[in-house]
């Protein structure tokens, strides 16, 4: 496993941007394909997007398409998530995660291993 720690949470207005990053530990990072989750209280953690191991191929859920963007430096053992026109239901702990799996995984069963969290608080 490599191990994650995200930061760049905070408290916003509805229509702010946030940069959020994993900054990653372990020689094997390249290798993984890496992905950002949400989960507010009483729900299922969601998928929000995902990069490939190259940094080439990603995806979106719906809610994140054409307002977020999911890039990753594996010089620097990174993955930025930079979130633009927030809204309240964006209000959630974001989660980065690592899985060794192939193409279009999504689902938190895919994913390896987990970061804490950061959390994000949007008001309106």
């Known amino acids: 496993q490599v191990q994650l720690v995200e930061s760049g949470g905070g408290s916003v207005q509805a229509g702010d941007s946030l940069l959020l990053t994993c900054a990653a530990s372990?020689?094997?990072?390249?290798?993984?394909?890496m992905g950002w989750f949400r989960q507010t209280p009483g729900k299922e953690r969601e998928f929000v997007a995902a990069?490939?191991?190259?940094?080439?191929?990603?995806g979106y859920a719906e809610s994140a398409k054409g307002r977020f963007t999911i890039s990753r430096n594996n010089a620097r053992n990174t993955v930025n998530l930079q979130m633009t026109s927030l809204k309240p239901r964006g209000t959630a702990d974001y989660y980065c995660?690592?899985?060794?799996?192939?193409?279009?995984?999504?689902?938190?069963?895919?994913?390896?291993?987990w970061g804490r969290g950061t959390q994000v608080t949007v008001s309106s």
């Open positions: 995660a690592a899985t060794r799996g192939g193409k279009g995984r999504r689902n938190t069963s895919d994913f390896d291993c």
């Open positions: 372990g020689r094997l990072f390249s290798s993984y394909g």
């Open positions: 990069v490939d191991f190259s940094g080439r191929n990603t």
